[in-house]
Nanobody, 114 residues
């Protein structure tokens, strides 16, 4: 059964950091490009970053230099390290397969506010 389980969100002050985790099951994880997405209130879901099976990464311009995506193929996990967070990063964050999305998980709420 395919399952995506995000965790690690929370409330953080501007300039702070969070590390999001996503546990993936039901696919051959190591063969898939994985992505982190986010959806802010009233906005469409957007791709934040993705990482290929070989570890090549790509970032949206809005997070470049602040966020780092990584993966652990032995654990079927994908991570998003978020530094220097800004209020505009407030959103629900989701992980998913980059090409051919799977059923979406619950996501994890990130709120950046003083």
């Amino acid at each position: 059964q395919v399952q995506l389980a995000e965790s690690g969100g929370g409330l953080v002050q501007p300039g702070g950091s969070l590390r999001l985790s996503c546990a993936v099951s039901g696919i051959i994880f190591r063969l898939n490009t994985m992505g982190w997405y986010r959806q802010a209130p009233g906005k469409e879901r957007e791709l934040v970053a993705h990482i290929t099976s070989g570890g090549t990464t790509n970032y949206a311009d809005s997070v470049k230099g602040r966020f780092t995506i990584s993966r652990d193929n032995a654990k079927n996990m994908v991570y998003l390290q978020m530094n220097n967070l800004k209020p505009e990063d407030t959103a629900v964050y989701y992980c998913n397969r980059r090409y051919g999305p799977l059923p979406w998980g619950q996501g994890t709420q990130v709120t950046v506010s003083s």
